[in-house]
């Protein structure tokens, strides 16, 4: 069975260079936006599924809060663990695949952020980390989601970019085909060239709105980035969907 593109792109340094801008300033901005909006009690428990490095995780355990991060990423997970424990701050990571993760505990808010949704075949799979969200929050706890604005990225997708520096290039080809965004990375290094890629479904507002809810999530806002402006189906980079469990 060939393995699902995630499971190989994320395991890798390349991975970390090639997103590098996506640093602790921008994940200072997204949790303090976050936190202005939800009204969390002290010493809440918080999950961060697809955690990735641990950005968000570190800064809300440094907030005082009891944090968990998910991820598959063995590399990942090592970054996280290795940036927290320079922080002195004791979280807990644990490695799954959202679509096997379970856990009895309950928690105040949870967190899917950076677009780490989509990533799989079928809807079924996808809509998973929705019941999932509902099933372990507690009541009037929150689910964050968020992820690229489909009407948005549509109309201004970046087709190529390339980015040069002393020890490498890296190239980025991205292109729609049957209602997915897909992206092709190729890192040029000393002669070599090493290619990955990644393949996201394509879900609009509406559909994504109407999924929620009909889990049970109330929506009590919906932005179109980090910076409170509330969301335009056709001007909005992001879909950033605060949701409560009633």
């Known amino acids: 069975m060939k393995k699902e593109w995630f499971v190989e792109w994320f395991n890798t340094d390349e991975y970390l260079a090639v997103y590098k801008h996506r640093n602790e300033k921008d994940a200072e901005c997204h949790i303090k936006f976050l936190l202005s909006k939800i009204n969390l009690p002290a010493n809440s428990s918080i999950l961060d599924l697809a955690c990735g490095s641990g950005r968000h995780s570190i800064l809300l355990a440094k907030e005082g809060y009891n944090v968990t991060g998910v991820d598959l990423s063995d590399k990942l997970l090592s970054e996280a663990i290795k940036n927290s424990k320079a922080e002195n701050l004791e979280l807990e990571f644990i490695k799954s695949d959202i679509r096997n993760f379970f856990t009895k505990k309950k928690f105040n808010l949870i967190l899917n952020l950076f677009t780490s949704f989509g990533y799989f075949e079928t809807d079924e799979e996808n809509l998973l980390i929705f019941k999932k969200s ?3 929050l507690s009541n009037k706890g929150y689910f964050v989601l968020d992820y690229f604005n489909k009407d948005y990225l549509e109309k201004n997708l970046v087709l190529f970019s390339k980015e040069e520096n002393d020890n490498y290039t890296i190239i980025q080809e991205r292109k729609i085909v049957n209602q997915r965004v897909i992206k092709k990375i190729s890192i040029e290094r000393n002669g070599t060239t090493e290619n990955y890629y990644e393949s996201v479904k394509l879900y609009d507002s509406k559909f994504l709105t109407k999924k929620l809810k009909e889990i049970g999530f109330e929506i009590v806002n ?7 402006i509330e969301f335009n189906q ?8 605060i949701c409560q469990k009633p």
């Open 234 to 241: 056709f001007s909005s980079p992001r879909f950033v969907a």
């Open 222 to 228: 919906l932005f179109g980035d980090f910076f409170g």
């Open 134 to 136: 509902f099933e372990f």
